[in-house]
């Protein structure tokens, strides 16, 4: 069967309640461009996927088992999109091979183990006395997702602020921030990503508190949706937050 489909440009895999692996000739289909693995929760692993040289987008949702990120990662130099989003398994050390995906332009993150209080960041570590590298090589060490446009974090109760290293995402115009509902003051250092063009906040019931009217002057566009009082903050003329938000073009204010 696998073999009639080495033509196949997308592959969805979605509710597989038994499925624990995937067939290792996913990894063989050198055409794949899209890989979407859904709602499979007794999936642990994922074959190896260097040989998807083709691929554009990567998500995986809803894999409450699955404890690994696919091994290959490193070589698919094609991938732009990728989506890791309730997969609980997976550990913060585990994502350490994503800061080296320089190429991504979009990243969907979120909802892992509750037990963290921290919302966990793609990070890596080089050890000067094994890796010698150029100097546009250690620029692009020094700036993991260099090219990342749009990023949408998921959280959960436990966790009581955003990663700081996203201040440091120089192209990032559009920032989504679901699911919060531990954080009260959204941080200063938001105002550092200068390039930030559009701002969503949903579902986070108790976010008092935007960043200064400074640290939001080149917003274009702020949404904020389900975050009961941080909408009654932001009220027109009278809430106490609207001093901020004032010189935004476009705000929504939606129930």
């Known amino acids: 069967v696998w073999h009639n489909l080495r033509c196949i440009k997308e592959l969805c895999i979605s509710g597989c309640i038994s499925l624990s692996h995937l067939p290792k000739d996913v990894g063989g289909l050198a055409s794949l461009e899209?890989?979407?693995v859904m709602?499979?929760?007794?999936?642990?692993?994922?074959?190896?996927i260097h040989s998807l040289r083709s691929l554009v987008e990567l998500s995986l949702a809803g894999c409450n088992n699955l404890r690994s990120l696919p091994s290959g990662?490193?070589?698919?130099?094609s991938i732009r999109f990728f989506v890791l989003l309730g997969c609980p398994a997976i550990q913060p050390e585990d994502l350490?091979?994503?800061?080296?995906?320089?190429?991504?332009?979009?990243l969907v993150l979120g909802?892992?183990?509750?037990?963290?209080?921290?919302?966990?960041?793609?990070?890596?570590t080089i050890n000067p006395c094994r890796v010698t590298i150029t100097d546009n090589e250690n620029k692009e060490f020094q700036q993991p997702f260099a090219s990342l446009l749009s990023l949408i974090l998921s959280g959960?109760?436990?966790?009581t602020s955003l990663p700081e290293q996203i201040q440091h995402l120089s192209n990032l115009?559009?920032?989504?921030?679901?699911?919060?509902?531990?954080?009260?003051?959204?941080?200063?250092?938001?105002?550092?990503?200068?390039?930030?063009?559009?701002?969503?906040?949903e579902d986070c019931k108790n976010l008092l508190h935007l960043p200064s009217a400074e640290a939001m002057r080149h917003l274009r566009k702020l949404t904020i949706k389900e975050c009961p009082?941080?909408?009654?903050?932001?009220?027109?003329?009278?809430g106490q937050e609207w001093y901020k938000i004032a010189h935004i073009p476009e705000i929504q204010l939606l129930p």
């Not at 990662?73 to 130099?77: A, H, N």
Request: proline share 7%.
């Open 34 to 36: 899209i890989l979407r």
């Open 39 to 48: 709602d499979c929760p007794n999936l642990v692993s994922i074959p190896d």
């Open 73 to 77: 990662m490193e070589v698919c130099t």
């Open 96 to 106: 350490h091979p994503l800061s080296r995906k320089i190429q991504l332009e979009g």
């Open 111 to 124: 909802d892992f183990s509750h037990d963290l209080d921290y919302f966990p960041w793609p990070s890596y």
């Open 156 to 159: 959960w109760q436990a966790v």
């Open 173 to 201: 115009a559009f920032l989504t921030i679901h699911n919060f509902d531990g954080i009260v003051a959204l941080p200063e250092f938001l105002g550092s990503i200068h390039s930030l063009e559009e701002l969503d906040i």
């Open 229 to 238: 009082l941080l909408k009654d903050r932001c009220k027109e003329e009278i």
